[in-house]
């Protein structure tokens, strides 16, 4: 049976087809179920990729159908289509980060593997999604790739942490009530700091935020007092000038003070950099730093890349290992039929039949064990075929095997 | 003998810079081999053998690396061994060149006095070293994070309030070694009699240096830049304690 792999991805489609065939996770378990009667199929929809993978005869026919009642014309001509290897080693990238929009990031992992369980895989998509989980893992622990941040936000963190070391209890001050100042803020509790107050010029839309991430909420004129007894400052506001200046920061007395400006233009006066214990990094900063560490990835994607290429050798030879499996099953059970119909001729007491039971057992395992290794690394080789056709032949093995196959 | 542990010694403290992720192998090598050369000049002397200044150089030297290698073998402290380690290197040079790795080194004094003196004043140098190893990496990173170097990431380095932490710690430990070590010379001076030379008048300046700065940081909150600076500059003193102004002490 075939692997297929139809899918689209934000390297050959605007986001204007994409989101057309974007689907929830509820939708994309649904869609799987539908494509996998009679078949395998599991649908991978994310921001940047709406993908399915499906085992059957006619699964590429089916899946891009499927994309394209979805999409329409002009998404299925955008697809692309992948079949076996090439479907399996896409796969595995995917799952690696490495074909993310920032190489490594490590969210599309987490999607791999709902998507895994939502849909509706049989023996070949449980073995390749199990695969590549494996490889994605493998690709982020013994690579770098994914240190490095991915977003001016973690970038926030990140250098957040070179002042404070573990951010665990470090409070957080958010200016302004916006979406990009929550990712930021969440981004830093995620490593353990908590928001202890949000400042909106709008007091409903502070209180909003405040409730959402655990905080109290004050007036933006406040400012100055909540700086006292904060480490870290995430600003985004769509105030005109800057709301944060050098007259606002108490003196830190040996107590570092990190800003992370967000907004453009700036909330934080520049010249706050300069005071003793302040550091300020606007968006430009972050941007840079994440520029920066996007050589590291960049270097550590091939790293990765050499080993996702390894893990999809080996689910090439499991792959290819299938098509001698009906050969080998057929093999041993001729040879068991052998042995226990000569067996039971034999006119023996319980106790030696249970002896020369066990032994024949034992020969024949032995005896088979070169046999079917052989046979599974010529598979591997792309010989199999070969050696499962002579196999067949000199034990005659025909009729057996044609009634026993996948 | 004593050039099979020298110069393994020396490789190892001396190839850290260069040495990649092997580097923190090197130096522990380095050490045990260093420790070798210690145990066999023990063994081999009459007396205490580190008591001349070359010797006494080489003891120091070892004091520096052990107390590095507590958090040296962290990746996050690499920086810190780019500072301490050619310093060590270059100290452990020194010392040969003075003959203070040589075996057999006779003493003119052995005694528990002078071992305890020698011991604990020498950690607590050790301790100011490395004390200012850390305010000099803490000053580095301070310094690139004000002009947002855009490589900061890129070399995984402590972060300023870890290094301004240890740096306090590793000071506060070293005092007491440093003051109990000036107790002990200076009751053995009384026994002995003697006069008072510059490197004990220097010694005493850097017992006022360093009490100074646990004072000023635990009495007045002095941290981050300022501390540093003010570690930085008291370790002046213990270079010329240990350099400058050695040979009229100990001969």
């Given at each position: 049976m075939k692997l297929s792999l139809v899918g689209i991805s934000h390297r050959h489609a605007p986001v204007e087809l994409r989101e057309r065939v974007a689907l929830d996770p509820e939708h994309a378990a649904d869609l799987a179920r539908v494509l996998a009667e009679g078949r395998e199929a599991v649908v991978l929809s994310t921001c940047n990729r709406t993908e399915l993978y499906v085992v059957g005869d006619d699964a590429e026919a089916v899946a891009l159908d499927a994309l394209r009642s979805l999409g329409g014309d002009e998404v299925a001509a955008l697809a692309y289509r992948l079949a076996d290897q090439a479907a399996a080693l896409h796969l595995f990238r995917v799952a690696a980060g490495?074909?993310?929009?920032?190489?490594?990031?490590?969210e599309i992992l987490g999607q791999v593997r709902d998507a895994h369980e939502a849909g509706a895989p049989g023996p070949l998509l449980n073995r390749l999604f199990h695969d590549a989980l494996h490889a994605g893992k493998r690709a982020r622990t013994q690579t770098t790739?994914?240190?490095?941040?991915?977003s001016v936000s973690s970038a926030g963190a990140a250098l957040a942490q070179q002042v404070f070391?573990?951010?665990?209890?470090r409070r957080v001050l958010v200016v302004g009530a916006g979406k990009v100042g929550e990712l930021a803020a969440r981004s830093l509790a995620a490593r353990?700091?908590?928001?202890q107050a949000v400042a909106n010029r709008t007091q409903e839309h502070g209180v909003e935020l405040a409730q959402r991430v655990g905080a109290r909420a004050v007036q933006l004129d406040d400012v100055s007092s909540a700086l006292?007894?904060?480490?870290v400052v995430v600003s985004c506001t769509?105030?005109?000038?800057?709301?944060?200046?050098?007259?606002?920061?108490?003196?830190r007395r040996g107590r570092p003070l990190f800003f992370v400006d967000l907004a453009v233009p700036r909330d934080?006066?520049?010249?706050?950099?300069?005071?003793?214990?302040c550091y300020v990094y606007d968006i430009d900063d972050l941007e840079a730093v994440v520029e920066a560490t996007l050589v590291d990835r960049r270097r550590e994607a091939e790293r990765a890349e050499a080993i996702v290429a390894e893990e999809a050798d080996r689910f090439r030879a499991w792959q290819a290992s299938l098509d001698v499996v009906p050969t080998i099953a057929s093999l041993r059970a001729r040879a068991e039929e052998i042995r226990a119909s000569e067996l039971s001729k034999a006119k023996l007491s319980d106790e030696e039949r249970r002896a020369v039971d066990s032994i024949t057992t034992q020969i024949l395992n032995k005896l088979l064990h070169l046999p079917t290794v052989r046979m599974k690394e010529a598979a591997a080789a792309a010989d199999g075929v070969l050696y499962a056709d002579a196999v067949r032949h000199l034990f005659g093995l025909e009729d057996s095997v044609q009634g026993g196959e996948r | 003998m004593a050039e099979l542990f020298f110069w393994p010694a020396l490789v190892g403290y001396g190839a850290y810079p260069l040495a990649g992720r092997w580097a923190v192998w090197g130096v522990r090598l380095g050490w045990l081999a260093q420790t070798a050369l210690l145990i066999a000049q023990a063994a081999r002397a009459?007396?205490?053998?580190?008591?001349?200044w070359a010797g006494s150089l080489n003891l120091f030297v070892w004091l520096v690396v052990s107390a590095y290698l507590i958090w040296g073998c962290?990746?996050?402290?690499r920086l810190l061994g780019l500072v301490v380690l050619p310093l060590a290197a270059t100290l452990f040079v020194v010392a040969r060149l003075g003959g203070?790795?040589?075996?057999g080194e006779h003493s003119r004094y052995s005694s528990v006095f002078l071992v305890a003196h020698v011991g604990l004043v020498l950690a607590a140098f050790a301790g100011f070293t490395l004390a200012a190893g850390l305010a000099a990496v803490y000053l580095f990173q301070e310094r690139r994070l004000k002009r947002h170097?855009?490589?900061?990431?890129?070399v995984p380095a402590p972060a300023l309030e870890t290094l301004d932490t240890l740096a306090a710690r590793t000071i506060a430990v070293s005092l007491p070694a440093l003051t109990l070590g000036i107790v002990v010379g200076v009751v053995r001076l009384r026994e002995r009699g003697g006069g008072f030379d510059a490197l004990m008048a220097f010694t005493v300046a850097t017992w006022f240096a360093y009490g100074a700065y646990v004072a000023l940081r635990w009495?007045?909150?002095?941290?981050g830049r300022r501390a540093a600076y003010f570690a930085l500059a008291s370790f002046v003193l213990v270079i010329v304690v240990r350099l400058a102004l050695p040979v009229t002490h100990f001969s």
């Open positions: 490495l074909d993310s929009l920032v190489p490594g990031e490590g790739i994914g240190e490095s941040p991915a070391g573990e951010l665990d209890g353990g700091a908590v928001v006292a007894s904060v480490d769509s105030a005109p000038g800057f709301v944060i200046g050098t007259a606002d920061v108490p003196p934080v006066d520049p010249a706050v950099n300069e005071l003793d214990d | 009459d007396g205490f053998p580190w008591s001349s962290r990746a996050r402290f203070g790795t040589s075996l170097d855009t490589a900061i990431l890129r009495r007045y909150g002095w941290r």
